[in-house]
């Protein structure tokens, strides 16, 4: 781990576990949030010990204040924080928002907009020269959603993300002169488990031919984006969006 260590939150599945595996290759120490998928961790872990990267999977319900504290104090025992990845994220059953309650709502903001939040500040506090740290690098995932807005769908997705998109603003300027970049990527519609658990397993392949390059994406290419804003290449780039999204979505 001669790059230090990222936490990647929801390092489980999905575009989560493509981050965890890709920055274990490009040299850095991952810890490997997952929230229910101890299994699914643990073989993330291992598919990166067994070619002689290090990992350890953390569970950590990013929702909750107390399990993001004992996240990173779990990666300070793992190694100096160079990096942190807001991947975590959930979906809901397609519902229009007269449809929409409070506990929905409270689940979709604390998981995808407050825990992203709270670990940000966690990094922070660890990484930020003002605090005596080196610096690193934070990398919000986002959503093409927060530009369509999702009607009928996941309005309360897209809003959340949405402020994913306005806090990677904020906090890029709060620190950008303490060593820290903070950026996002916002993918389109990429093959992983997070249609089928918002009851749409279809979904993907079902938009794929109307989407601009007439496929999805796959988490790798997430991740890779994901990779290069957190490596040394980025050094001028903080406050960004990069669309990993074959063109969907892209006009201002
Ligand atoms: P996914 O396959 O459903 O995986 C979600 C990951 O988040 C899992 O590792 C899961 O852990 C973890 N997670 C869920 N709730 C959590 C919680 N409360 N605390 C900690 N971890 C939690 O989803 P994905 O498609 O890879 O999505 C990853 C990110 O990309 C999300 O932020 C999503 O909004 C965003 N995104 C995805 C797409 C897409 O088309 N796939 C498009 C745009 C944006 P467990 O395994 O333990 O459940």
């Not at 781990?1 to 290759?25: C, F, H, N, P, Q």
């Not at 109307?210 to 050094?235: F, H, I, K, Q």
Request: proline letters at 3%; hydrophobic letters at 45%.
């Amino acid at each position: 781990m001669d790059r230090g260590v990222v936490v990647v939150t929801g390092g489980s599945r999905g575009i989560g576990a493509a981050i965890a595996l890709l920055a274990a290759e490009r040299g850095y120490g991952v810890v490997v949030n997952y929230a229910a998928s101890r299994d699914a961790a643990e073989a993330v872990c291992g598919q990166i010990t067994s070619k002689g990267g290090s990992a350890i999977a953390v569970k950590a319900n990013v929702a909750v204040e107390a399990d993001i504290e004992q996240l990173f104090v779990e990666a300070d025992a793992f190694g100096p924080l160079a990096g942190l990845v807001n991947n975590a994220g959930v979906v809901d059953k397609a519902a229009r928002v007269d449809e929409m309650d409070m506990a929905r709502l409270t689940r979709m903001f604390s998981i995808n907009t407050l825990g992203s939040i709270l670990c940000a500040g966690q990094a922070v506090r660890r990484m930020s020269t003002r605090h005596g740290g080196k610096g690193g690098a934070i990398v919000n995932i986002g959503s093409a959603a927060s530009k369509l807005g999702a009607p009928a769908m996941f309005v309360d997705y897209a809003a959340a993300k949405g402020a994913i998109d306005t806090f990677t603003i904020g906090l890029a300027l709060e620190v950008a002169n303490e060593g820290i970049r903070v950026n996002a990527v916002r993918p389109g519609i990429i093959e992983t488990d997070i249609h089928a658990s918002g009851g749409d397993p279809e979904r993907a392949a079902r938009l794929a031919p109307s989407l601009p390059m007439a496929r999805t994406g796959t988490a790798e290419e997430v991740a890779r984006a994901a990779l290069w804003l957190l490596s040394d290449e980025a050094s001028y780039t903080t406050g960004t969006v990069i669309h990993v999204s074959g063109g969907r979505a892209i006009a201002p």
